[in-house]
């Protein structure tokens, strides 16, 4: 596998919050994205999800409170907790989850 800058390809994806498989670790798919100003719909996964900001910010709602992460911040999305992108989130962000189909959902 190669180096691959996460900033470069996050700017290089077509459409934002359109993310972008970077690889798997066992069962978990690493992705990247590029984040726009635009809101998310609210969500929910049975497995628990890792959000990682690399520049920017994340806006988030969980579970009904209101959740800041800045440049460098990291979050975990519990497991079946249910989640929504706030309006204002921009910058670049790396999500590790499990993989849809059967080991798990994305």
Same mark, same amino acid.
């Given at each position: 596998m190669t180096v691959i800058n !996460?900033?470069?390809t996050a700017a290089a994806l077509p459409d934002a919050w359109r993310s972008r498989v970077l690889g798997r670790v066992g069962t978990?798919?690493?992705k990247? !994205?590029?984040m726009s100003e635009l809101p998310g719909e609210e969500e929910r996964h049975d497995a628990p999800e890792a959000l990682l900001v690399l520049d920017g910010r994340l806006e988030l709602v969980v579970g009904g409170e209101t959740v800041t992460v800045g440049t460098g911040g990291l979050y975990?999305?519990?497991a079946g907790t249910r989640h929504a992108v706030r309006p204002g989130s921009r910058g670049t962000l790396v999500i590790v989850? !499990?993989?849809e189909g059967g080991r798990g959902a994305a």
């Amino acid at each position: 596998m190669t180096v691959i800058n !996460l900033n470069d390809t996050a700017a290089a994806l077509p459409d934002a919050w359109r993310s972008r498989v970077l690889g798997r670790v066992g069962t978990a798919c690493i992705k990247v !994205l590029r984040m726009s100003e635009l809101p998310g719909e609210e969500e929910r996964h049975d497995a628990p999800e890792a959000l990682l900001v690399l520049d920017g910010r994340l806006e988030l709602v969980v579970g009904g409170e209101t959740v800041t992460v800045g440049t460098g911040g990291l979050y975990v999305v519990p497991a079946g907790t249910r989640h929504a992108v706030r309006p204002g989130s921009r910058g670049t962000l790396v999500i590790v989850e !499990l993989e849809e189909g059967g080991r798990g959902a994305a």
